[in-house]
């Protein structure tokens, strides 16, 4: 994707330190995003992504009083939630295997360590845009199929679809 469709985006930036939701600032209007929403907890995030489409959401994990996975799982699962469907990449500086499978369990699409780096969220955007995962409804999750890799097996024990 280049830099003149990213022109047309509308992003959620939410972030409790407030240099990091500045950096990020940068870093998006270096791509030619110019819509960009800022929230400092993942409360006034929902709020903010309830009042306004938008196309896709950065968000940090550990935020007070409303972290980013409790905001996460009310894009995805509260009745309100205006686009259970939109992209959310985490940014966070916690890269233990424990805050990955959190925030892969509420519903994220993708999951980056800070400190990042402008080409890494360049690419994560670009993977978002052109290669977009299909969502999955069951009965404990909704949100991006977590298989990365194609199906391997067709054969008849294989487990039902669930994909929207």
Do not use: W
């Amino acid at each position: 994707m280049s830099f003149e469709s990213f022109s047309t985006l509308k992003v959620l930036v939410v972030d409790d330190n407030r240099n990091m939701r500045g950096l990020l600032r940068t870093l998006l209007n270096n791509f030619g995003i110019r819509d960009i929403l800022e929230a400092a907890d993942g409360d006034e995030g929902f709020r903010l992504f309830q009042l306004s489409r938008v196309d896709i959401v950065l968000c940090d994990l550990n935020m007070e009083p409303v972290d980013g996975f409790e905001m996460i799982q009310r894009i995805r699962n509260h009745d309100i939630s205006k686009d259970p469907y939109v992209p959310v990449i985490v940014l966070t500086g916690h890269a233990e295997p424990v805050y990955v499978k959190r925030a892969r369990d509420a519903g994220m699409n993708e999951f980056m360590v800070k400190p990042i780096t402008a080409d890494a969220l360049r690419k994560r955007l670009n993977m978002i845009m052109e290669n977009p995962r299909p969502f999955v409804s069951a009965n404990s999750y909704f949100g991006p199929d977590r298989r990365r890799k194609p199906r391997m097996f067709d054969g008849p024990e294989r487990r039902g679809d669930y994909i929207r």
